[in-house]
């Protein structure tokens, strides 16, 4: 109990004193560990009464966290690049809500892999204009 105390506590610390770009960076990779969370569902016996509920669960965290991400977007100032990402966010969620009505697990891995993409594009921006702060985030999520 005491160690999931100190772990929130770290949690919290962390997300309160992280930069912009490492709070994004966080949400992409909860966005990440939910799919991944999702495809274990996927893998798991149909005969596992909860395998559903996990599975749906965790798409909806991803969305979630997508949403949030696509709600960061400042159109003004990121122009055609803050749009071409609106649509990238919105295609994620199209195919994770497909995944979800139809228990698929293909669009969560063609989502997972591409949100992979841009994930390691933004921890490699990252890294170029924070190098101090973000040591040892390749590959977090």
Do not use: C
Request: charged share 30%.
């Amino acid at each position: 109990m005491v160690a999931l105390d100190h772990a929130r506590t770290y949690r919290t610390n962390s997300v309160l004193t992280a930069s912009p770009g490492q709070l994004v960076l966080m949400l992409y990779d909860g966005a990440l560990r939910a799919l991944r969370l999702a495809q274990e569902g996927f893998a798991q016996s149909e005969s596992d009464p909860r395998r559903l509920e996990g599975i749906n669960k965790n798409l909806l965290k991803a969305q979630a966290i997508i949403g949030e991400l696509q709600g960061t977007l400042d159109h003004e100032a990121g122009g055609e690049f803050a749009a071409t990402m609106h649509r990238l966010y919105d295609y994620y969620n199209r195919r994770l809500f497909e995944a979800n009505i139809r228990k698929d697990a293909k669009p969560v891995a063609e989502v997972e892999r591409l949100l992979r993409d841009v994930r390691d594009a933004w921890a490699e921006m990252l890294l170029k204009q924070e190098p101090s702060r973000l040591e040892g985030i390749r590959g977090v999520a």
